[in-house]
């Protein structure tokens, strides 16, 4: 898109008058943002009205990725990117005294996810956008996103998150495409004058479900796909009048987002957020795809249903719905075309986290889907029991001890079904998922997570992209891949400066910013050694302590050691109360740590609250190492891992997750691994372990292990409850068994340190494998081997002002 800063300085004041009635410079900060987005919503409308006809009329396959939460981050800055207007509107905003950045940020994100999961969600749509898949998002339109945190005497405390105060500029209500999902009541079946069965409802709760879109704009592509929202309300002149209560219940269902990424909220009300999106998405669908085709029989052909973690599973019994009841297609027919049109991503090998829904609360909730899934069930049954046997299908099977498992009807019900990393997907084949695998072995593919090099270089990290332009030119900006081209500059002692500036610059602005919001004064000069991701006892921010109290002895006993800052920030579910001890346990070391004279300017620990988006992209750029290191075979992916990596952190893990291929692509000479395998915990768990010997053969481990009960950290009951997590409760997550590797290999990049250019050259190294963890490159891949949904050829689209 062209523009010039002359037409930005009058659009951004044609836009003040429209929406404030006053002139630009007199606007407080927040309305001269909010008139900048409007304008570039503006900008952006004609494209995406006709993005929406268009994939229609050429008849191309869309995309529905559905997931319960989404972490898009702040969107103007992407967006003018995106557009291909940053420049002009930046030096407009010069022009007019407007300071950029300080507009951006007074942005409010939109927290409607906790962590990887929504993040992941978000980067897909972007990347759909940016390659030309048709793609939608299909989620839930939370009043409240995440919990706002903050740090009273060390605690987390959580504030509400209340985002839509002041209207959120990008979405847009559709009110005229609401549609109905019912809950409750009872549903019996009949047969009408052609002798089709049909349900009869009586008595069902019945909830409005709003559309609220939002425009994904694609990277330098006249191409707008759409993220949409549902938001439940009561329906407007229903014929009885709705109590006070029974009102409430219906707008419960988008209220607040759980703040519990894992962990299983057994609660109706989670059961009604995920029933609530699934329905009014496939209704929206279904109903859209028949203004353009005949047949509900070709469905699978033009759109593809993504289930993103097993929240929107009911999408495979809702879907059935659909399809017998009001499109009267026998059973066969329509459990084909459901299959056909339905993916499933797998997220998670915490046996904690795969849903289950008891038979009494689903089957009151919703009926209707409760008769199909026991028909779905009874099927299942039916026809592998004889190939397979009673024992393995019964641990496969749906309905099993009055629960309803939703991975399983997550699998039963779709064509392809993913992990998200190598090791990941090689776990849930032999493991978590190990029967239905027997049972359906070509299903299950692995596609490894992405990253928007966008939002993390290219946005946050304007230094080492301004550098890359200079040294390989800017086709990396819209190849990924082409970053590769970097590594033939390792030896290249400017190159090498340059990237140890581009750093500097980067870990100036966050240290300005650690002093803004902690008051604490940290030097840039420091290695900053950075563990930023949701609180969670297998992610084993433990083990990253234990390694700050062994440098913190080294240092009161006059060894010398490089100086290293530890910074922090992660949130921990409101209701876990063991990872909320961590967190007091970190404040209290920084406590100590930053006000011991003896290791002052050698060792430094920063938490910085409400960790988001918006604030994984102050720290991101400016960290040096990057700490992956959960208990090898718990953590399916991460993406921070490669947010980090792509910013030139060199990556100080275990054998986890997409660490394995970070390892691959970078070679094992750059990066820092330790720790036992996935198979050695295995094999750890069946033959004993005893923590205790381990802190006792070990002083430095000993004294930090008392550190936690003795008085010298004022921890309260937390202390405690860590050390006997350790000692007691043997230490679950392996920590200790963990440990002297883990701070052997945190020295060898001490060791590292000392050489400026010895470092920078890893840097190198992993900045330029960083390309093959574009999210563009993932979405593709879904695209072909999943979705069967090819990209849109160039050429066919063009900007519609
Ligand atoms: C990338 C990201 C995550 C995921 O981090 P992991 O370390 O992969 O768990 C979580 N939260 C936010 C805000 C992120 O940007």
Do not use: C
């Not at 407080?28 to 900008?43: H, T």
């Not at 609401?178 to 089709?196: E, H, K, P, T």
């Not at 909730?365 to 397979?388: S, V």
């Not at 470092?759 to 900045?767: E, K, S």
Request: no cysteine.
């Amino acid at each position: 898109m062209n523009l010039t800063k002359e037409q930005v300085s009058q659009l951004l004041h044609e836009a003040a008058i429209t929406l404030f009635a006053d002139s630009l410079e007199e606007l407080p900060p927040r309305q001269q943002y909010q008139a900048l987005a409007f304008v570039v919503k503006g900008l952006a409308g004609p494209t995406w009205a006709a993005a929406k006809h268009g994939a229609d009329e050429r008849g191309q396959k869309q995309v529905y990725y559905f997931a319960i939460e989404f972490m898009p981050g702040r969107l103007l800055a992407s967006n003018l990117l995106n557009l291909g207007i940053l420049e002009p509107v930046e030096a407009g905003l010069r022009d007019l005294g407007l300071d950029p950045a300080a507009l951006y940020a007074e942005e409010t994100e939109p927290g409607l996810g906790n962590g990887g999961l929504g993040r992941l969600g978000s980067a897909f749509l972007d990347a759909m956008a940016a390659v030309g898949i048709v793609g939608n998002g299909n989620g839930v339109r939370y009043d409240q996103g995440l919990f706002e945190q903050r740090f009273v005497d060390g605690y987390q405390v959580e504030l509400p998150d209340d985002w839509l105060r002041d209207a959120d500029v990008w979405e847009t209500r559709k009110a005229d495409r609401a549609v109905i999902v019912r809950f409750g009541g009872q549903v019996l079946l009949d047969r009408d004058r052609l002798g089709q069965i049909t349900p009869v409802y009586r008595g069902a709760e019945e909830v409005f479900a709003v559309p609220y879109d939002t425009a994904i704009i694609g990277y330098h592509q006249p191409r707008i796909d759409t993220m949409r929202l549902w938001h439940a309300e009561p329906v407007p002149d229903a014929p009885e009048v709705l109590t006070a209560a029974a009102r409430a219940r219906i707008t419960a269902i988008t209220e607040t987002l759980y703040p519990d990424d894992s962990n299983l909220a057994g609660q109706e009300l989670r059961l009604r957020q995920e029933y609530f999106f699934v329905s009014a998405g496939l209704q929206s669908i279904v109903a859209h795809f028949l203004k353009y085709h005949k047949s509900v029989l070709q469905l699978p052909k033009y759109v593809a249903v993504h289930i993103n973690d097993t929240h929107p599973a009911l999408a495979v019994a809702e879907l059935m719905r659909l399809l017998l009841d009001e499109h009267h297609l026998s059973w066969e027919s329509a459990w084909q075309t459901t299959v056909a049109t339905l993916s499933y991503t797998n997220h998670t090998l915490l046996p904690e986290a795969l849903e289950q829904w008891p038979v009494d609360l689903l089957a009151a909730q919703l009926p209707r889907l409760w008769q199909l899934i026991q028909e779905i069930d009874r099927r299942f049954r039916l026809r592998y029991t004889g190939p397979f046997g009673q024992l393995l299908v019964d641990r496969a099977a749906p309905v099993v001890d009055g629960q309803i498992k939703m991975a399983a009807l997550a699998v039963i019900g779709s064509h392809t079904v993913n992990g998200v990393a190598k090791l990941h997907t090689q776990l849930l084949k032999t493991q978590t998922l190990k029967e239905l695998a027997t049972i359906f072995p070509a299903r299950f593919v692995n596609k490894t997570n992405g990253i928007t090099p966008r939002r993390w270089l290219q946005l946050a990290d304007a230094p080492l992209a301004g550098l890359l332009d200079v040294q390989i030119g800017p086709g990396w900006r819209t190849d990924a891949r082409d970053i590769a081209a970097l590594a033939d500059k390792q030896d290249d002692p400017a190159v090498l400066d340059a990237l140890i500036a581009a750093k500097q610059a980067n870990k100036v602005a966050l240290a300005g910013y650690i002093q803004e919001t902690l008051g604490l004064r940290v030097s840039p000069a420091m290695i900053f050694d950075v563990q930023i991701k949701r609180m969670h006892a297998y992610k084993r921010q433990l083990l990253h302590v234990l390694g700050i109290l062994e440098a913190y002895q080294a240092l009161r006993a006059g060894e010398k050691r490089p100086p290293r800052l530890h910074i922090f920030a992660a949130k921990a579910a409101p209701s876990y109360t063991y990872a909320k001890d961590i967190i007091k346990l970190i404040n209290t070391v920084a406590d100590l740590v930053n006000h011991d004279p003896a290791v002052n300017g050698a060792l430094q620990v920063a938490f910085l609250p409400n960790y988001n988006v918006s604030l994984a992209e102050k720290i991101v750029p400016a960290a040096d190492i990057s700490e992956q290191i959960s208990l090898a075979g718990m953590e399916a992916s991460g993406t921070s891992n490669m947010k980090l990596m792509t910013d030139g952190a060199i990556t100080l893990a275990t054998l986890d997750g997409a660490n394995i291929e970070i390892a691959e692509a970078v070679g094992t000479s750059n990066i820092a691994l330790f720790g036992m395998t996935a198979e050695e915990v295995a094999a750890r768990r069946t033959a004993g372990y005893d923590p205790a010997a381990i802190a006792e053969a070990d002083p430095r481990l000993k004294k930090s292990l008392g550190m936690l009960i003795d008085g010298s950290l004022p921890l309260g009951s937390a202390g405690h409850t860590i050390y006997e997590s350790l000692l007691v409760d043997h230490d679950e997550y392996f920590v200790l068994a963990d440990y002297a590797s883990y701070i052997h290999a945190s020295r060898v990049l001490d060791q590292l340190w000392t050489d400026p250019h010895g470092w920078a050259a890893v840097a190198l190294q992993n900045i330029a494998a960083s390309g093959r963890f574009s999210a563009d490159d993932t979405v593709r891949r879904y695209a072909k081997e999943i979705w069967h949904a090819l990209p849109a050829r160039g050429g066919q689209e063009k900007w519609q002002n």
